[in-house]
């Protein structure tokens, strides 16, 4: 009984092993330590160039006072982005070959679990097949053994007994590396998944400033006085539909229930940038009240977070995408620009402007924290930021597709609209 109720302990143990997992990429281990040293030297590498680049395109925040600044601008930007994507396929290469050699070393401790388990079960059934569970006294009077005889014989099955215990220690060992091994393979399949997402960001981003180049060259025709004229005439109509929008906005009607709305305090809506940099505060700043030309005396309606272009924004909370939209389609570069409309169970709703990318839709359930786009300069933006706004839910909509005709563009605005009463503080549910 003692024997038969070990055995069914070891076996307890040993049950639950996964199968072997079949390598992707047939390189030996030294070959792919080699690549990985070689392929961390090139990254570092890129690490300097593009850190050199981020440095010189900082320093071109801020609108381009000429022709020229504005293309070498948009020209940095691409170059920097290209050396980024280089980065990335880098980093992919090695995501790969992290994932083949954890394949490679999950194979080998399954090897080494087959074996153990093998050698174990021998000993088991050694020990099961050709020993007797006897008494000492039994063993004596039946066989007629000596004493010595069957201390011999109770020596040896202590160190059966020692060996198997030996064996299960190692058994143990061996399962636990073989579980860490398995964790780092699916978190590197995921680092993957999301360097193949950052990819595909890249490339959409090196799309959008060619096109932002390509539009600058037709509308200026490659001339400085051109350009301009075009800075003055968008500066003249931001400030005019700034004037407009207050008005058409002091016409709504919305009641705002404060009993819908959650109580101040922090973790109510989550960060929409992942490194916090507030360039522009809520409400009569001291920049909206130096520059009344810019916000009226109205003060700022939301909250603007200083980051480059093709930074990744997030969802402030779990809710639905109320709309999208690019006033730029309407009336180029004097208002949101591209933009998102969340709204959250909470009875907040939020907005996220001047976007490069959107990568929601209309009617699309989102996470807290999920990824909707990333950050740009469209619209009227003086450099790459994201300009957050919070809403009473009860308060803010979209305006429809022939209801909103701009006097000052003369075509038909679609944006979030919202009595004055509507606008919340972000920072106050932060």
């Known amino acids: 009984m003692v024997i038969r109720s070990f055995l069914l302990i070891i076996v307890l143990i040993i049950v639950g092993v996964t199968p072997v997992l079949t390598p992707t990429y047939a390189q030996t281990a030294e070959q792919l330590q080699a690549n990985a040293s070689d392929l961390a030297n090139k990254i570092k590498v890129l690490d300097q160039e593009i850190k050199e680049f981020n440095s010189k395109i900082s320093k071109t925040q801020g609108e381009a006072k000429s022709l ?208 916090v940099r507030i360039t522009q505060y809520f409400g009569n700043t001291p920049f909206a009240s130096q520059n009344p030309q810019v916000y009226n005396g109205a003060g700022h309606n939301g909250v603007d977070f200083g980051v480059p272009s093709g930074t990744p924004l997030y969802s402030a909370a779990a809710g639905t995408v109320l709309g999208t939209g690019d006033t730029d389609l309407a009336c180029s570069g004097v208002s949101y620009g591209k933009w998102v409309l969340i709204k959250h169970p909470n009875g907040l709703t939020t907005l996220y402007a001047h976007l490069s990318v959107i990568q929601v839709s209309t009617g699309q359930a989102v996470t807290s924290g999920q990824k909707i786009g990333l950050s740009g300069n469209t619209g009227y933006s003086t450099g790459p930021h994201l300009h957050f706004t919070v809403f009473a839910s009860d308060a803010v909509r979209i305006s429809g597709p022939t209801e909103y005709k701009s006097r000052v563009c003369g075509t038909y605005m679609i944006l979030p609209l919202s009595p004055r009463s509507g606008y919340l503080n972000p920072l106050t549910y932060f």
């Open 68 to 275: 020229r600044e504005a293309l070498a601008s948009l020209e940095l930007k691409r170059s920097g982005l290209l050396k980024e994507i280089d980065r990335t396929n880098l980093q992919i290469i090695q995501a790969r070959q992290n994932i083949s050699l954890t394949q490679n070393n999950i194979s080998e401790t399954e090897n080494r679990l087959t074996k153990n388990k093998n050698g174990l079960a021998e000993t088991l059934r050694f020990m099961y097949y050709e020993s007797k569970e006897t008494s000492v006294l039994t063993s004596v009077l039946t066989t007629g053994a000596s004493f010595s005889d069957v201390l011999n014989s109770m020596k040896q099955g202590e160190d059966f007994a020692r060996a198997i215990r030996e064996k299960v220690a190692e058994l143990s060992v061996v399962k636990t590396d073989l579980t860490t091994q398995k964790q780092n393979f699916e978190t590197s399949k995921k680092s993957l998944e999301e360097l193949n997402l950052t990819l595909s960001d890249q490339k959409q981003l090196v799309d959008v400033t060619k096109k932002q180049t390509d539009t600058l060259l037709v509308q200026t025709k490659n001339k400085e006085s051109e350009y301009k004229k075009i800075v003055a005439e968008r500066k003249r109509k931001k400030n005019a539909l700034e004037v407009e929008m207050l008005e058409v906005e002091a016409k709504l009607t919305a009641s705002v229930d404060v009993s819908k709305l959650p109580k101040f305090g922090k973790g109510v809506l989550q960060y929409p940038v992942k490194n």
